[in-house]
């Protein structure tokens, strides 16, 4: 299977809509509508968002940016630096969940954000029970590092990539 990431454009919002709107994707992310106005916003300086398609089909959404400082002190993350990127991943075509799809956009957008030398280590998190996340964040090279109080989003798995962590696939 070949997976890629491509340019997120205007035109991808109907299908991140129906995304967010799916039940799997829902009970993760919350709100649909409040996630599609965040990603209808210009993006800030460090933010950066890519569509995974897989065989050539649209599948999914990738994010990947510096948290504020703000963000990890009210996690509980004051020892992370801001410098770190952050990745959030969705798998919104319920058919391509499992088949490791999300590691290989995961390892991908590591290896990019990794090639910038000011980037000290990666992020990404997961509710405790979201094992298949977990999975696809190890499977990229991320090892469970410890749980913290995602404000308001509840207690959630950090997951750590340092520089020289390899894949599992």
């Known amino acids: 299977m070949t997976v890629r990431l491509v340019p997120f454009s205007e035109g991808d919002l109907p299908l991140v809509e129906q995304w967010l709107s799916a039940p799997h994707v829902r009970e993760r992310w919350g709100d649909p509508e409040e996630n599609l106005e965040s990603l209808c916003l210009a993006l800030p300086s460090g933010y950066w968002r890519a569509i995974i398609e897989a065989d050539g089909r649209k599948v999914g959404l990738v994010l ?3 948290p504020t400082r703000e963000e990890l002190d009210v996690a509980g993350l004051a020892d992370i630096p801001a410098s770190v990127i952050d990745i959030d991943i969705m798998i919104g075509e319920r058919g391509a969940v499992g088949r490791g799809i999300g590691s290989s956009a995961i390892r991908m957008v590591a290896e990019q954000a990794l090639a910038d030398v000011s980037v000290p280590f990666l992020i990404g998190c997961a509710a405790p029970d979201n094992l298949a996340s977990q999975r696809a964040f190890a499977k990229a090279g991320f090892q469970r590092d410890r749980e913290f ?5 509840g207690i959630h798995v950090l ?8 894949s599992k696939e």
């Open 159 to 166: 997951m750590v990539r340092h520089r020289q962590a390899e």
């Open 149 to 153: 109080d995602d404000v308001p989003n």
């Open 64 to 66: 990947w940016q510096h």
